[in-house]
Every structure is written in structure tokens, then in C-alpha cells.
């Protein structure tokens, strides 16, 4: 009688913590990305452009100007 009882008891209690195992699995497909850069670098370009040329028309009209010496 307690072989039987023991026996029981074992089973219960394998198939109590074979009810508490859990595990999780999570599966995650591939996802493409794209990227344009080159719509960035023509703007950054096309700015660098208008103002470098801003940059050399106040270049050439600080040199175009007369310098003036204050003598003390």
C-alpha cells in the first residue's frame, strides 16, 4: 500500500512540474530596409554650392574695399 501511495505521489508530482515548464520561442523574419542617400547629398551639395558662391562674393568685396590704417 505505501509502494502504491509513493508510487502515485511520484507521478502527481512529475506531472505537476512538467505543467509548470514553460518556454517561449519567438521568431523574428528578415526585414529588407533601403536607404537613399542620394537625395541628401545633392542637397547638402546644391547648398554648398550657393554658399560658397555667397562666401566668395563677400571675399571679393572685402578685398575690392580700401584698407584704412589708424596711426596713433
Known amino acids: 500500500m505505501i509502494k502504491h501511495v509513493f508510487i502515485f505521489t511520484a507521478a502527481a508530482l512529475l506531472l ?4 509548470c515548464r514553460t518556454e517561449h520561442r519567438i521568431e523574428v523574419a528578415p526585414m529588407e ?3 537613399n542617400v542620394n537625395v541628401n547629398v545633392k542637397v547638402d551639395k546644391a547648398l554648398d554650392d550657393f554658399f560658397g558662391d555667397l562666401d ?3 571675399a571679393k568685396q572685402d578685398s575690392a574695399s580700401p584698407t584704412t ?4
Not at 505537476?16 to 505543467?19: D, E, K, P
Not at 590704417?69 to 596713433?72: A, G, L, N, Q
Open 16 to 19: 505537476i512540474t512538467a505543467g
Open 33 to 35: 530596409v533601403n536607404l
Open 56 to 58: 566668395n562674393m563677400e
Open 69 to 72: 590704417k589708424i596711426t596713433e
